[in-house]
Protein backbone atom coordinates (compact mmCIF):
# COMPACT_ATOMS: atom_id res chain seq x y z
CA UNK A 1 0.00 0.00 0.00
CA UNK A 2 1.33 3.57 -1.18
CA UNK A 3 1.42 6.21 1.38
CA UNK A 4 -1.23 8.33 1.87
CA UNK A 5 -1.18 12.31 0.93
CA UNK A 6 -1.52 13.11 4.63
CA UNK A 7 1.36 11.18 5.78
CA UNK A 8 3.37 12.49 2.64
CA UNK A 9 2.19 15.79 3.75
CA UNK A 10 3.08 15.34 7.41
CA UNK A 11 6.82 13.91 7.09
CA UNK A 12 7.37 16.56 5.03
CA UNK A 13 6.01 19.27 7.72
CA UNK A 14 8.27 17.41 10.13
CA UNK A 15 11.25 17.99 7.84
CA UNK A 16 10.58 21.46 7.61
CA UNK A 17 10.17 21.93 10.95
CA UNK A 18 13.38 19.95 11.66
CA UNK A 19 15.59 22.64 9.39
CA UNK A 20 14.09 25.54 10.49
CA UNK A 21 14.31 24.28 14.40
CA UNK A 22 18.28 23.43 13.27
CA UNK A 23 19.00 27.17 11.90
CA UNK A 24 17.00 29.23 14.67
CA UNK A 25 18.54 27.33 17.85
CA UNK A 26 22.31 27.57 15.92
CA UNK A 27 21.70 31.36 15.49
CA UNK A 28 19.97 32.02 18.90
CA UNK A 29 22.30 34.01 20.89
CA UNK A 30 21.26 33.98 24.10
CA UNK A 31 19.61 31.85 26.74
CA UNK A 32 16.35 34.02 26.58
CA UNK A 33 15.97 33.12 23.22
CA UNK A 34 16.28 29.66 23.48
CA UNK A 35 13.44 29.07 26.32
CA UNK A 36 11.60 30.91 23.55
CA UNK A 37 12.40 28.88 21.07
CA UNK A 38 11.58 25.80 23.37
CA UNK A 39 8.27 27.06 23.76
CA UNK A 40 7.58 28.01 20.21
CA UNK A 41 8.72 24.29 18.88
CA UNK A 42 7.63 22.43 21.23
CA UNK A 43 5.20 23.77 23.67
CA UNK A 44 1.23 22.44 24.25
CA UNK A 45 0.57 25.20 21.38
CA UNK A 46 4.07 24.75 19.48
CA UNK A 47 4.88 24.00 16.22
CA UNK A 48 5.77 20.12 16.76
CA UNK A 49 2.04 19.26 18.94
CA UNK A 50 0.21 21.15 15.77
CA UNK A 51 1.69 18.94 13.05
CA UNK A 52 0.94 16.02 15.70
CA UNK A 53 -2.84 17.03 15.92
CA UNK A 54 -3.34 16.46 12.32
CA UNK A 55 -2.30 12.03 13.30
CA UNK A 56 -6.17 11.12 12.81
CA UNK A 57 -6.12 11.84 9.77
CA UNK A 58 -3.68 8.96 9.54
CA UNK A 59 -4.33 5.15 8.73
CA UNK A 60 -3.61 3.05 11.82
CA UNK A 61 0.09 1.92 10.42
CA UNK A 62 1.22 4.58 9.42
CA UNK A 63 0.61 7.02 12.66
CA UNK A 64 3.09 5.33 14.69
CA UNK A 65 5.34 5.68 11.92
CA UNK A 66 4.91 9.63 12.19
CA UNK A 67 4.58 9.14 16.04
CA UNK A 68 8.03 7.43 16.06
CA UNK A 69 9.47 10.41 13.67
CA UNK A 70 7.91 13.51 15.62
CA UNK A 71 9.13 11.36 19.36
CA UNK A 72 13.02 11.26 17.21
CA UNK A 73 12.88 14.97 16.18
CA UNK A 74 11.64 15.81 20.10
CA UNK A 75 14.55 14.59 21.41
CA UNK A 76 16.80 16.10 18.91
CA UNK A 77 15.22 19.32 19.49
CA UNK A 78 16.01 18.96 22.97
CA UNK A 79 19.42 18.16 22.47
CA UNK A 80 20.70 20.85 20.42
CA UNK A 81 19.03 23.48 23.19
CA UNK A 82 20.82 21.71 26.02
CA UNK A 83 23.94 21.89 23.44
CA UNK A 84 23.62 25.50 22.18
CA UNK A 85 22.97 26.53 25.87
CA UNK A 86 26.26 24.66 27.55
CA UNK A 87 28.17 26.47 24.38
CA UNK A 88 26.79 29.63 25.34
CA UNK A 89 27.36 29.53 29.09
CA UNK A 90 31.38 28.05 28.15
CA UNK A 91 31.69 30.81 25.87
CA UNK A 92 30.42 33.43 28.55
CA UNK A 93 33.11 31.83 31.46
CA UNK A 94 35.74 32.33 28.57
CA UNK A 95 35.35 35.75 28.10
CA UNK A 96 35.15 36.30 31.63
CA UNK A 97 38.32 34.43 32.15
CA UNK A 98 40.19 36.18 29.52
CA UNK A 99 38.73 39.76 30.74
CA UNK A 100 39.29 39.05 34.28
CA UNK A 101 42.56 37.42 33.89
CA UNK A 102 45.27 38.46 36.64
CA UNK A 103 48.74 38.63 36.05
CA UNK A 104 50.45 38.65 38.69
CA UNK A 105 54.34 38.93 37.22
CA UNK A 106 52.70 42.31 35.45
CA UNK A 107 55.06 45.04 36.47
CA UNK A 108 52.51 47.56 38.45
CA UNK A 109 51.30 50.68 36.23
CA UNK A 110 51.98 54.31 38.60
CA UNK A 111 52.62 53.22 41.81
CA UNK A 112 56.03 54.20 42.26
CA UNK A 113 58.10 51.33 43.91
CA UNK A 114 58.95 52.62 47.48
CA UNK A 115 60.99 51.32 50.38
CA UNK A 116 61.21 50.70 53.54
CA UNK A 117 61.86 53.78 56.24
CA UNK A 118 65.49 53.32 57.63
CA UNK A 119 64.16 52.92 60.87
CA UNK A 120 61.40 50.22 60.16
CA UNK A 121 63.86 48.28 58.20
CA UNK A 122 66.71 48.14 61.49
CA UNK A 123 63.77 47.02 63.58
CA UNK A 124 62.59 44.14 61.45
CA UNK A 125 65.76 43.42 61.31
CA UNK A 126 66.31 43.01 64.88
CA UNK A 127 63.63 40.99 65.22
CA UNK A 128 64.23 38.92 62.71
CA UNK A 129 67.47 37.90 64.20
CA UNK A 130 66.16 37.29 68.22
CA UNK A 131 63.24 35.66 66.21
CA UNK A 132 65.99 33.43 65.05
CA UNK A 133 67.27 32.79 68.38
CA UNK A 134 63.82 31.35 69.35
CA UNK A 135 62.72 34.75 70.84
CA UNK A 136 58.67 35.49 70.73
CA UNK A 137 57.48 39.29 70.10
CA UNK A 138 55.62 40.79 72.51
CA UNK A 139 53.91 44.38 72.71
CA UNK A 140 53.40 46.91 75.41
CA UNK A 141 51.41 50.05 76.04
CA UNK A 142 53.08 53.40 75.26
CA UNK A 143 50.80 54.84 77.77
CA UNK A 144 51.99 53.45 81.17
CA UNK A 145 50.83 53.63 84.37
CA UNK A 146 53.86 54.08 87.18
CA UNK A 147 53.84 51.15 88.37
CA UNK A 148 54.77 49.22 85.57
CA UNK A 149 57.29 52.26 84.13
CA UNK A 150 59.07 52.20 87.19
CA UNK A 151 58.08 50.64 90.31
CA UNK A 152 57.71 47.18 89.33
CA UNK A 153 61.33 47.41 87.89
CA UNK A 154 62.92 48.10 91.10
CA UNK A 155 62.86 51.91 91.04
CA UNK A 156 60.38 53.26 93.93
CA UNK A 157 58.42 56.49 94.38
CA UNK A 158 61.68 58.73 95.20
CA UNK A 159 64.69 56.77 93.87
CA UNK A 160 67.50 58.99 92.09
CA UNK A 161 67.21 56.68 89.22
CA UNK A 162 63.65 58.34 87.89
CA UNK A 163 65.64 61.25 87.46
CA UNK A 164 67.65 59.88 84.31
CA UNK A 165 64.03 59.31 83.07
CA UNK A 166 62.39 62.28 83.36
CA UNK A 167 58.94 61.51 81.23
CA UNK A 168 56.03 63.24 80.60
CA UNK A 169 53.21 62.59 82.64
CA UNK A 170 49.45 62.57 81.45
CA UNK A 171 48.38 62.12 85.33
CA UNK A 172 49.77 61.21 88.99
CA UNK A 173 49.71 57.82 87.44
CA UNK A 174 49.81 57.51 83.79
CA UNK A 175 52.86 58.43 81.45
CA UNK A 176 54.22 58.19 78.44
CA UNK A 177 56.84 55.39 79.09
CA UNK A 178 60.25 55.78 78.68
CA UNK A 179 61.82 52.59 78.24
CA UNK A 180 60.34 48.83 76.62
CA UNK A 181 61.71 47.19 79.76
CA UNK A 182 57.89 47.73 81.54
CA UNK A 183 56.86 44.60 78.59
CA UNK A 184 58.89 42.72 81.05
CA UNK A 185 56.71 42.92 84.13
CA UNK A 186 53.55 42.63 82.08
CA UNK A 187 55.24 39.43 79.97
CA UNK A 188 56.06 38.07 83.35
CA UNK A 189 52.70 38.70 85.01
CA UNK A 190 51.09 36.61 82.39
CA UNK A 191 53.93 34.19 80.92
CA UNK A 192 55.54 32.04 83.39
CA UNK A 193 59.23 31.09 82.60
CA UNK A 194 61.07 29.99 81.08
CA UNK A 195 60.75 32.49 78.49
CA UNK A 196 62.29 34.20 75.41
CA UNK A 197 61.02 37.63 74.18
CA UNK A 198 61.66 40.93 72.61
CA UNK A 199 59.28 44.03 72.56
CA UNK A 200 59.80 46.53 70.05
CA UNK A 201 58.29 49.90 70.43
CA UNK A 202 58.13 53.43 70.90
CA UNK A 203 59.96 55.91 73.70
CA UNK A 204 59.73 59.09 75.21
CA UNK A 205 61.54 61.00 77.28
CA UNK A 206 62.17 64.85 78.13
CA UNK A 207 65.80 64.75 76.71
CA UNK A 208 67.08 67.62 74.92
CA UNK A 209 67.84 66.90 71.04
CA UNK A 210 71.21 66.75 69.58
CA UNK A 211 72.70 64.39 66.69
CA UNK A 212 72.49 61.60 69.06
CA UNK A 213 69.14 62.38 71.40
CA UNK A 214 65.39 62.83 70.61
CA UNK A 215 62.28 62.87 73.03
CA UNK A 216 60.75 60.42 71.04
CA UNK A 217 62.80 57.28 69.84
CA UNK A 218 63.03 53.46 69.44
CA UNK A 219 63.57 50.55 71.46
CA UNK A 220 63.41 46.66 71.68
CA UNK A 221 63.28 45.35 74.90
CA UNK A 222 65.38 41.47 75.32
CA UNK A 223 64.23 39.30 77.73
CA UNK A 224 65.36 35.74 78.73
CA UNK A 225 64.10 33.72 81.92
CA UNK A 226 64.96 30.51 82.36
CA UNK A 227 66.92 27.84 85.06
CA UNK A 228 70.32 28.81 85.43
CA UNK A 229 71.20 31.51 83.22
CA UNK A 230 74.61 33.46 83.74
CA UNK A 231 76.25 36.37 82.52
CA UNK A 232 77.72 34.12 79.76
CA UNK A 233 74.53 33.39 78.41
CA UNK A 234 73.76 37.14 78.38
CA UNK A 235 77.03 38.24 76.89
CA UNK A 236 76.93 34.97 74.34
CA UNK A 237 73.93 36.43 72.91
CA UNK A 238 74.59 40.24 72.65
CA UNK A 239 77.32 38.89 70.77
CA UNK A 240 75.75 36.81 68.45
CA UNK A 241 73.30 39.99 67.82
CA UNK A 242 75.91 42.00 67.26
CA UNK A 243 77.75 40.01 65.22
CA UNK A 244 74.96 39.05 63.25
CA UNK A 245 73.87 42.63 62.93
CA UNK A 246 76.83 44.56 62.03
CA UNK A 247 79.48 41.90 60.97
CA UNK A 248 82.87 43.03 62.77
CA UNK A 249 82.55 46.29 64.55
CA UNK A 250 84.60 46.82 67.79
CA UNK A 251 81.79 46.14 70.64
CA UNK A 252 83.03 47.35 74.23
CA UNK A 253 80.84 46.28 77.08
CA UNK A 254 81.42 48.28 80.06
CA UNK A 255 79.80 47.87 83.89
CA UNK A 256 76.91 50.50 84.40
CA UNK A 257 74.09 50.85 86.52
CA UNK A 258 70.49 50.40 86.50
CA UNK A 259 68.05 49.67 89.00
CA UNK A 260 65.91 46.01 87.43
CA UNK A 261 69.57 44.50 86.90
CA UNK A 262 72.62 43.19 88.63
CA UNK A 263 75.15 43.01 87.44
CA UNK A 264 74.45 45.87 84.53
CA UNK A 265 76.36 46.83 81.65
CA UNK A 266 76.45 49.28 79.05
CA UNK A 267 77.26 48.32 75.18
CA UNK A 268 79.02 50.29 73.22
CA UNK A 269 79.69 50.28 69.03
CA UNK A 270 82.53 52.70 67.34
CA UNK A 271 80.94 54.97 65.46
CA UNK A 272 82.20 58.27 63.92
CA UNK A 273 85.35 57.30 65.39
CA UNK A 274 83.50 57.61 68.77
CA UNK A 275 82.05 54.89 71.26
CA UNK A 276 78.50 55.10 70.96
CA UNK A 277 76.44 53.57 73.40
CA UNK A 278 73.97 51.29 71.88
CA UNK A 279 72.39 48.83 74.52
CA UNK A 280 72.32 48.79 77.95
CA UNK A 281 71.34 45.20 79.67
CA UNK A 282 72.26 43.13 82.26
CA UNK A 283 71.03 40.00 84.86
CA UNK A 284 67.49 40.23 85.73
CA UNK A 285 67.44 41.98 89.79
CA UNK A 286 65.85 38.79 92.04
CA UNK A 287 64.35 42.00 93.57
CA UNK A 288 62.19 42.19 90.17
CA UNK A 289 61.52 38.53 89.74
CA UNK A 290 60.27 38.21 94.39
CA UNK A 291 58.08 41.09 93.04
CA UNK A 292 56.59 38.72 90.36
CA UNK A 293 56.40 36.32 92.90
CA UNK A 294 59.23 34.14 91.02
CA UNK A 295 61.77 32.14 93.27
CA UNK A 296 65.23 33.84 92.34
CA UNK A 297 67.14 30.70 93.75
CA UNK A 298 65.66 28.77 90.64
CA UNK A 299 64.77 30.95 87.98
CA UNK A 300 67.37 33.75 86.70
CA UNK A 301 67.65 36.00 83.46
CA UNK A 302 68.88 38.62 81.44
CA UNK A 303 67.43 41.24 79.86
CA UNK A 304 68.96 44.11 77.33
CA UNK A 305 66.89 47.60 75.90
CA UNK A 306 68.24 48.59 72.52
CA UNK A 307 68.00 51.94 70.92
CA UNK A 308 67.10 51.20 67.20
CA UNK A 309 67.78 54.84 66.22
CA UNK A 310 71.54 54.43 67.31
CA UNK A 311 71.28 50.47 65.35
CA UNK A 312 70.18 52.24 62.48
CA UNK A 313 72.76 55.60 62.58
CA UNK A 314 75.82 53.14 63.39
CA UNK A 315 74.72 50.58 60.47
CA UNK A 316 74.28 53.38 57.85
CA UNK A 317 76.76 55.83 58.94
CA UNK A 318 74.64 58.45 59.68
CA UNK A 319 75.32 61.57 61.78
CA UNK A 320 72.64 63.35 62.87
CA UNK A 321 69.71 61.04 64.29
CA UNK A 322 67.34 64.07 63.65
CA UNK A 323 67.33 63.15 59.58
CA UNK A 324 65.75 60.28 60.65
CA UNK A 325 62.63 62.19 61.17
CA UNK A 326 62.31 64.52 58.80
CA UNK A 327 61.27 62.92 55.85
CA UNK A 328 63.18 64.72 53.32
CA UNK A 329 63.24 62.35 50.48
CA UNK A 330 67.04 62.96 49.28
CA UNK A 331 68.20 61.23 52.46
CA UNK A 332 65.44 58.81 52.66
CA UNK A 333 65.80 57.68 49.19
CA UNK A 334 69.45 56.35 50.06
CA UNK A 335 68.00 53.17 51.36
N1 LIG B 1 65.51 50.44 79.94
C1 LIG B 1 66.86 50.94 79.90
C2 LIG B 1 66.88 52.34 79.33
O1 LIG B 1 66.03 52.66 78.57
C3 LIG B 1 67.73 50.06 79.06
C4 LIG B 1 67.92 48.72 79.65
C5 LIG B 1 68.99 48.47 80.48
C6 LIG B 1 67.02 47.73 79.43
C7 LIG B 1 69.19 47.24 81.04
C8 LIG B 1 67.20 46.48 79.99
C9 LIG B 1 68.30 46.26 80.80
O2 LIG B 1 66.37 45.48 79.78
O3 LIG B 1 68.50 45.06 81.34
O4 LIG B 1 67.76 53.08 79.62
Redesign the pocket.
Known amino acids: MSASTNFQQLTYQLEALEAHAVSQITDASDAATLDHLRVILLGKKGELPAILSQMSKLSETERPLIGQRANLLKEEINSLLKKRLLLMKTAVMNERITREKLDVTAPSIGILSGHRHPLIKTTEDIVDIFCGLGYSVEEGPEIETDYYNFTALNIPQHHPARDM?DTFYLSESSLLR????PV?IRHLEKNPPPTRIIAPGRVYRRDGVDATHSPVFH?V???AIDEGLDFSHLRGTVMAFLKQFFGDLPVRFRASY?P??EP?AEVDVQWRDRWLEVM???MVDPAVLEGLGLDPERWSGF???LGVERFCMVRHGIDDIRRLYTSDLRFLQQF
Open positions: QTHTSQQEVLFFTSGCGAAG
